[in-house]
């Protein structure tokens, strides 16, 4: 399973939420902190937390790179399992956001689509912009938080429940 999404969306928190082990992925202020592929080995899979794309001050190489390693492993398709498509809660779906779509799409990957930083917003909002996001994508849209844990024990159900269905 890989997390994907544009940079500083919260992948690697997200992974660290999930593995309940703080620090074991880096996550930094500074976007683009996640430069290579990171695998991180579990019993029945591999969680691998990658670059974000869509970095606005990243030069043209390193952005060039990014877009070359994300391509790379989309198309190892056989390994894997799906992908975890990471949304910020808050922001409209970008042209990079739609340009990854269409490549999970293109490999036919399973998607599980997440929104991160529930808690930036209050409740009322948060259910409507899920409301409005999972329309928009056209997807079932989960809800999380690796600051408050929310949606995160979910979400685990849904990957392994993923993974079970696909081995
Ligand atoms: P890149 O590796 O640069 O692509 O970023 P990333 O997608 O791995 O994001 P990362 O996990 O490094 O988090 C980016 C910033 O968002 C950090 O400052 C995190 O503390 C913050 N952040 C991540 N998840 C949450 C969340 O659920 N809630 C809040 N409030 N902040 C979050
Ligand atoms: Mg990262």
């Not at 500083?8 to 683009?32: C, D, E, F, Q, Y």
């Not at 952005?63 to 198309?75: D, H």
């Not at 975890?84 to 269409?102: C, G, K, M, T, Y």
């Not at 930083?117 to 690796?146: C, H, I, N, P, Y």
């Amino acid at each position: 399973m890989g997390l994907v999404g544009r940079s500083n969306v919260g992948k690697s928190s997200l992974l660290n939420a999930l593995l309940g082990r703080p620090g074991i992925a880096r996550i930094s202020a500074t976007p683009g902190k996640t430069r290579a592929l990171n695998v991180f080995k579990l019993p029945s899979f591999y969680l691998v937390d990658l670059p974000g794309y869509g970095y606005a001050k990243a030069d043209k190489k390193s952005r060039t790179e990014i877009q070359a390693m994300l391509g790379g492993y989309l198309r190892s398709r056989s390994s894997i399992a799906g992908i975890v498509w990471l949304l910020d809660i808050r922001h409209q779906p970008s042209p990079e956001d739609e340009q990854a779509f269409a490549r999970f799409a293109e490999q036919q990957h399973p998607i599980l689509a997440v929104l991160t930083k529930a808690d930036k917003l209050a409740l009322g909002a948060r259910a409507k912009r899920s409301r409005e996001l999972a329309r928009m994508l056209g997807l079932e849209v989960q809800v999380t938080s690796s600051r408050t844990g929310l949606g995160v024990a979910e979400l685990a159900a849904s990957i392994l429940q993923l993974i079970q269905e696909r081995t």
